[in-house]
Structures are given as C-alpha cells and as structure tokens.
C-alpha cells in the first residue's frame, strides 16, 4: 500500500502503483513469515524508507502560501518536514541500508522535478538534516567498536578486512538481483 501510494505521489497510474508494489514484494531479499522476527529490521527500514519519501514528497510539493500565518499556511505541510526528519531517523537506526535514502531521495527530486528543484529553499530545508542524520549516523556506524561484527569498523589495523567486508555487503544484493532476471 505504501509503495503504491508513493507511486501515485510521483504522479504515476494506479497500474504503476501496482507494478511498484509486485516489485517490492518480489525484491531478492524478501522474506517469508516464519523468518520475520529475524528480519525484522529489513520490513521497519523499508517502512520508514517508504515513509520518509512520502511526507519528503508532500512537503516538496505543497503549495506555498506566502504571506499568511503558519497556522493557515497548512500546519499540516510542517507536519510533513517534521515527520521526513523522523523517519528518516528511524529508518538509519533500524538498518544500516538507510544510508541510501538521501541519494534516493535526491533522484526522485531530479526525475519528478528536474535540476531546478534544487534552487528552492523547501527543498535544501528538507535535505540538510536528512544529510546530516546520515553523515552522523555513517560515522558512528564506521567509528564505534562492535565486537559482534567483525572487521565493519573502520580502523587502520583492520582496513582491508573492512573494506572487504563493505564491498561484500554492497556487491552482493546486486548479483543476486542480476541472477534472478537472467
């Protein structure tokens, strides 16, 4: 329902809605019932994800009323800024994969609304916090010891091992994708 949602967002048919969402469901990495409670995390990044975009794309394309006080300006479309910064939040603190949300993001800006989206102030208003809860969180991912992980952490003793293991995560969902449609 939330990928079709954002589609029709994106001003696309209902069948595009429709075909988004048997894309989702149809991604390398889904996942049946029995194993949800360990991947739980996959189902809240997606959600939050899917979340963040749909109030970042109410927000980008409210209609501005100039002149008028907040409250008659549309509260609402505050609201909108207020919960793509949440979102966003929760869906970095659910899986590491989140990271992708602002590039994401920023795609969806250009295709739906060209480079000039990004000569209005709403639009560095919205991106600037999502950017930095990014940068923060990469950095506290990259930084922090966790002894549980391995080599992720990023420090000089361990570096190719970490970036093995980095390139590992970031290679490995694409071959499986490219293995399902060939």
Known sequence: AAV?????????????GFIAGCAFA??????????????????????WMLAALICALRWIGAPRRVGMPLAASGMYQHLNLLLAWVFTFAALFSAESAVLLVPLLILVLIVTYGWSIFRQ????????????????????????????????????ETLPASLAVIGQGLVYPLVTLIRRLT
Request: charged residues 10%; positive net charge; glycine residues 4%.
């Open 26 to 47: 149809l991604y390398p990495f889904s996942f049946r019932a029995v194993t949800w409670v360990a991947a739980l995390f996959h189902v809240m990044v997606a959600a």
């Open 121 to 156: 102030r709403r639009t560095w208003l919205l991106l600037l916090p999502m950017i930095a809860l990014t940068l923060g969180f990469s950095y506290l991912f990259l930084t922090l010891p966790r002894p549980a992980a391995g080599p992720l952490t990023l420090r000089w």
């Open 4 to 16: 079709s949602a954002l589609a029709r967002r994106l001003g696309q048919s209902r069948w595009s």
